[in-house]
């Protein structure tokens, strides 16, 4: 790439004004706009090939790539497959065959690679496959050619196979096929791929063709059409004062003036350059006024960093490989805020934490921005490309398989989106165009007051169509190209109203409906929450109500009446009756109505903490920073709302949070105990044990408040059922609870389910705590009470269903032991990995117990 000459275009900017150039060249004064839809840099093509694969009884289309045809004209393709998505590893061997064929579901393959006579006699007739080939994928690298007949074909000597060359390297599988002609003489040819790479398959392929393939047994198909060599990127950008608009990059040598785009008389300016490529670095130069504006792409999908180069990008280049993600319900998700840059270091880095937040019992994970910011270290909330994602971060495919990834451990993904300011610095979209008033943003912004924001005078004007429409695309692209499962949309009080929610931005309010009718229109289970902090029912409310339409909200009348009460040294400063409305000040009615934490990306820092750091400075594992913090905690993962937790949170991380400070992971080790009362906490949340499903019910009843002794009790239900309902009890105090008496919904005995004084969670905790009988005798105007014993600054949570220990040999948690679990046991064997007896082997010994408990769970 050739830098950008900005001195000698200043220079010609003065001559252009000068003498009243106008631009014919190659692709200037004769260039028609683009015959494709979208914004920023969109590849093209009218070839491509699907990859499906077969499991148990269906076929699943994994994506589409696209083949090389530069030299489709000599008969030539050539297509690369990701051998991660064929399910491939070095040193499988494949078994296949190939053939061509026309575009329709009726015909049959007209030239097949494993023959070397005639497949078929004629388009009405099925084609059958000779004995299938094979290729082993030996060493880190290798290819085989295959030859066939030519000659062998009853019609369409383009459809003819010369010769094949199947190759490989710890990546991929390479597949060129030559056939005997211009591959796009027919303007329709197929190339169909059957490959059996496994036990198992199907003698059917997905595109329903009449090919016998002689008892062979298939779970991969690849179906390749080609229509003709119309391929490249369709460029389109929004500039209504420009000029002109000339298109540099790698395609044309970052020569000015060899291509302009063409006005399509909207304020749009687009045109398709075959000679452009994925992969390819590219500017615009927008001219206005006789002068130079270089700027990136106002829609860049991916760019080299804030102050670089667009990079045009293939959004279709990815193979998702989790497609039966269900989302978890609103009611029954536990959110992690996650700082990618600090939580691992990047996206890739990220992949390897996702186990251990599988683990602990996470099932959605909220990521701090995302979006190109300037610099490489950052929060985030300075994003300066709202379509592209921080490079420091990595790529769009990074991305992708992130969320795959977190998919296939049950992991919902959300991100955090800004639309109350952009920058305020390293924006392309910044006096995109040249024109500007007042000296302030141009076309993307307000350009009089109300422009003015805490972070920069960089307010997007939310009553201009084209920046309303912007935005709304923005937020379906995150949703949609990345299969992200809701948004949080930062700061929404600078959206609807300036200055802190001074002065009404009626176009803002209208904004945040739009989005959201369209988000609900597209997906209306994606969860899209706002941060507003003014704790008020309308953000949530129904957009036919009259309200924003929002799913959820950061719940300011949660966070710091919370963080006030487990903060202050003093007990006789702790509000029970604080406690009680937090837990039960719900919006609209609604648990799911609200998000409630005690630590967020904000929360501890702006010249706050950490809660355990606030509590004990400088000594953050103490005891009491240590049962007070976890207080909180138990009582996030126990009220009403949507429960989050802030990175490092579940492992006492201490200090405040700063994007160049990475979490010390040395303290899973140290505090494992602290670790261990989250990762329960949680599992107690979600049911996982089928004994507290009343933690996620819609109704809760603080029955028992003793603002004296600092104690509270709530009772949590839903529907019905086993663990329907659940008792909490708090001590907010340094003294112990003895005989001491609560009221309960029902008689019986009620088991103690979780006790955060446990010596499991701490060696220096005293395990004080017990089952209850609960008898006839009123209390808490409950008919029945009973007698309970909690230690100071701690939590017990009481159901009447009794905890019921797990197979210890269901190892993948199904329910279930059965031959999977066995085969985990034999792979695990002479190691801890499968160890059930505790003698820290797998052995005979563990082999037996999987054996005697075959069968269901009891």
Same mark, same amino acid.
């Given at each position: ?56 009884? @269906? ?9 090389? &045809? ?89 459809? +003819? ?18 056939? @005997? ?207 592209? &994602? ?108 300036? +200055? ?54 950061? +719940? ?97 991380? +201490? ?50 408040? @003793? ?47 979780? @006790? ?103």
């Amino acid at each position: 790439m050739t830098s950008m000459p900005y001195i000698k275009l200043a220079i010609m900017a003065v001559v252009i004004s000068a003498c009243g150039i106008t631009f014919a060249s190659r692709q200037g004064a004769r260039s028609v706009p683009s015959s494709h839809s979208g914004y920023g840099a969109i590849p093209f093509s009218n070839s491509g090939c699907q990859v499906w694969s077969y499991s148990q009884t @269906n076929w699943t289309e994994l994506g589409a790539i696209r083949p090389d &045809i530069s030299n489709a004209a000599s008969g030539t393709i050539k297509w690369t497959f990701p051998l991660a998505t064929l399910g491939l590893v070095i040193g499988d061997t494949i078994r296949f065959d190939i053939a061509t064929s026309r575009d329709e579901v009726t015909d049959p393959g007209v030239d097949h690679l494993s023959r070397s006579d005639q497949a078929t006699d004629g388009w009405g007739t099925p084609s059958a496959s000779g004995e299938f080939l094979e290729y082993t994928l030996g060493g880190g690298s290798g290819s085989q050619a295959f030859t066939d007949t030519i000659g062998d074909v009853f019609d369409y000597p383009s459809l +003819d196979i010369v010769w094949v060359i199947v190759g490989h390297d710890t990546q991929n599988l390479y597949i060129t096929v030559d056939v @005997n002609g211009d591959v796009f003489e027919t303007g329709w040819t197929n190339f169909l791929f059957f490959l059996d790479t496994k036990n198992g398959g199907t003698t059917e392929n997905p595109w329903g063709r009449p090919i016998d393939l002689g008892g062979e047994e298939i779970d991969v198909f690849l179906g390749s059409y080609l229509l003709d060599a119309n391929e490249g990127v369709s460029f389109r950008t929004w500039a209504p004062n420009a000029s002109y608009v000339a298109l540099i990059g790698d395609f044309n040598n970052w020569s000015m003036w060899s291509t302009m785009l063409s006005a399509e008389g909207n304020g749009d300016w687009s045109l398709d350059i075959t000679e452009a490529s994925v992969g390819d670095e590219y500017r615009y130069v927008i001219i206005n006024g006789g002068a130079q504006y270089s700027r990136m792409d106002a829609r860049s999908y991916q760019v080299t960093d804030s102050i670089g180069n667009s990079i045009v990008h293939d959004p279709e280049s990815y193979f998702w490989q989790t497609n039966d993600f269900v989302r978890p319900a609103w009611n029954e998700t536990v959110v992690y805020e996650m700082h990618v840059g600090t939580f691992a270091g990047g996206l890739t880095q990220a992949i390897t934490r996702l186990d251990y937040l599988e683990e602990l019992g996470i099932n959605a994970i909220e990521l701090m921005p995302i979006w190109e910011f300037a610099g490489d270290s950052s929060w985030g909330y300075n994003g300066a490309h709202p379509f592209a &994602i921080e490079s420091s971060y990595g790529t769009p495919n990074e991305l992708k398989q992130f969320v795959d990834e977190a998919h296939a451990r049950g992991m919902s993904v959300l991100i955090d989106v800004l639309y109350n300011h952009w920058g305020p610095t390293d924006m392309a979209l910044w006096q995109y165009d040249g024109w500007s008033e007042n000296n302030l943003g141009g076309i993307y912004f307000y350009n009089d007051w109300r422009a003015e924001t805490p972070w920069g005078d960089t307010r997007p004007d939310f009553g201009r169509n084209e920046v309303r429409e912007y935005i709304r695309d923005n937020a379906l692209y995150w949703l949609d190209e990345y299969r992200l499962d809701g948004l949080r949309v930062d700061g929404t009080k600078w959206i609807r109203a300036t +200055d802190d929610g001074g002065t009404d931005i009626p176009e803002g309010w209208s904004l945040l409906q739009w989005i959201n009718d369209e988000i609900d229109a597209y997906d209306s289970n994606q969860l899209i929450i706002c941060e507003d902090l003014a704790g008020t029912d309308w953000m949530t409310k129904t957009t036919g109500e009259g309200g924003a339409g929002f799913d959820s909200q950061w +719940d300011v009348y949660w966070i710091h009446p919370i963080r006030g009460v487990i903060e202050t040294p003093n007990d006789a400063e702790r509000s029970m009756w604080t406690v009680r409305d937090a837990v039960m000040a719900v919006y609209n009615g609604d648990q799911t109505d609200r998000v409630i934490y005690t630590e967020s990306h904000d929360e501890v820092a702006n010249g706050r903490s950490r809660v355990p750091e606030e509590i004990a400075p400088g000594d953050a594992g103490n005891w009491f920073a240590r049962k007070r913090s976890t207080l909180g905690g138990a009582l996030v993962l126990t009220s009403p709302g949507i429960p989050m937790l802030f990175q490092g949170q579940e492992f006492l991380e +201490d200090g405040y949070f700063h994007d160049d400070d990475p979490l010390d992971w040395t303290k899973i080790t140290t505090y494992s105990g602290i670790l261990q009362l989250y990762t329960d906490l949680i599992a107690l949340r979600l049911n996982k044990a089928g004994n507290s499903i009343g933690l996620s019910g819609a109704s809760t009843n603080v029955h028992h408040v @003793n603002d004296n002794g600092k104690v509270v009790a709530y009772h949590r239900w839903g529907s019905g059922g086993d663990g329907n309902d659940v008792i909490v009890v708090m001590n907010f105090s340094i003294n112990n609870l003895t005989n001491y008496r609560i009221g309960f919904p029902y008689e019986g005995e009620w088991y103690l389910l979780f @006790n955060s004084d446990s010596t499991v969670y701490s060696n220096d905790y005293t395990d004080i705590g017990h089952d209850t009988t609960a008898v006839q005798f009123v209390y808490d105007n409950m008919a029945y009470s009973g007698i309970i014993d909690v230690a100071p600054y701690s939590v017990q949570i009481f159901s009447q269903a009794e905890t019921v220990e797990p197979c210890p040999a269901d190892f993948n948690g199904d329910g279930i032991v059965n031959v999977t679990d066995l085969l985990t046991i034999i792979s695990a064997w002479g190691t801890p990995n499968a160890d059930i007896t505790g003698d820290n082997m797998t052995n005979v010994s563990d082999l037996l117990i999987a054996i005697g408990e075959f069968g269901p769970c009891p």
